[in-house]
């Protein structure tokens, strides 16, 4: 069901002080900075060979994940995996008795459809599923 690692979700404080690591001494590309003001976050997208690393910056106080940030402190946040069909891989998900955030896929970074599975029921690791339009099938 799960293509390859789409992109790993790092939560920081301060997009531009994580630049200074990423861009700055990494010496990796910024590709853009997306606001997705439904979901309260600033997003830089940054190309890892086929993957990506995706900086995320709370827009405020009342952004989920500020109070994520609040609660476990910056770094790691999910795991996003590219999949063909989002809709089809969260039935799959709910059949295998998962806990979902996510009932509907809905809009990401850079025009994808996304979900997210529950960490309860992932071995506490935030999963995202991320289908990038192109070709739909069925
Ligand atoms: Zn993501």
Same mark, same amino acid.
Not at 22 to 26: A, E, L, W
Not at 59 to 62: E, F, R
């Given at each position: 069901m799960f293509q390859r690692i789409d992109h790993l979700g790092i939560a920081t404080r301060n997009l531009e002080e994580s630049l200074k690591l990423?861009? !700055?001494?990494?010496g990796l590309k910024l590709q853009e900075i997306e606001l997705i003001e439904s979901q309260g976050v600033r997003v830089a997208i940054i190309p890892v060979g086929e993957s990506r690393i995706e900086l995320l910056e709370p827009? !405020?106080?009342?952004s989920p994940l500020a109070r994520s940030i609040e609660a476990r402190g910056e770094g790691l946040h999910h795991v996003a995996y590219a999949v063909e069909d989002v809709a089809a891989c969260l039935e799959q998900a709910r059949r295998g008795g998962l806990k979902l955030i996510d009932e509907q896929p809905r809009p990401g970074a850079g025009g994808s459809l996304i979900a997210f599975i529950h960490p309860r029921s992932t071995g506490d690791v935030l999963t995202e599923l991320c289908q990038h339009r192109g070709p739909v099938h069925g």
């Open positions: 990423y861009v !700055g001494i990494f827009t !405020g106080p009342d």
